[in-house]
């Protein structure tokens, strides 16, 4: 069983900055892909940002630019950099972990999830 927990998450002005974090803990082997989604109210959960094992990272395009992902391997643990932010970027954030348990099974775990209020 693998968790996930979140932090990072806050109120800030538009064009501020913040960073979150993600640290999985468990019988992890290999954490493969690591990502970042976000989900406003009545909408769905979309990609905000991921990254493989390799360190190859992807964006949505609302982002690109302003939002960088990150890992640290040894940590398991997923980071995002926003920066510049939007009010459209208000909404809760979740990340995704997936990859190789110690038994060798594979698995797929989300975090509980952190507001981001991008607000005046």
């Known amino acids: 069983q693998v968790q996930l927990v979140e932090s990072g998450g806050g109120l800030v002005q538009p064009g501020g900055s913040l960073r979150l974090s993600c640290a999985a803990s468990?019988?992890?082997?290999?954490?493969?892909?690591m990502g970042w989604y976000r989900q406003a109210p009545g909408k769905q959960r979309d990609l905000v940002a991921a990254?493989?094992?390799?360190?190859?990272?992807n964006y949505a395009d609302s982002v690109k630019g302003r939002f960088t992902i990150s890992r640290d391997n040894a940590k398991n643990t997923v980071y995002l950099q926003m920066n510049s932010l939007k009010p459209e970027d208000t909404a809760v954030y979740y990340c995704?972990?997936?990859?190789?348990?110690?038994?060798?099974?594979?698995?797929?775990?989300w975090g509980q999830g952190t507001q981001v209020t991008v607000s005046s």
């Open positions: 995704n972990v997936e990859g190789i348990l110690g038994s060798g099974d594979r698995f797929a775990s």
């Open positions: 990254i493989t094992a390799g360190g190859t990272s």
């Open positions: 468990g019988s992890i082997f290999a954490p493969e892909d």
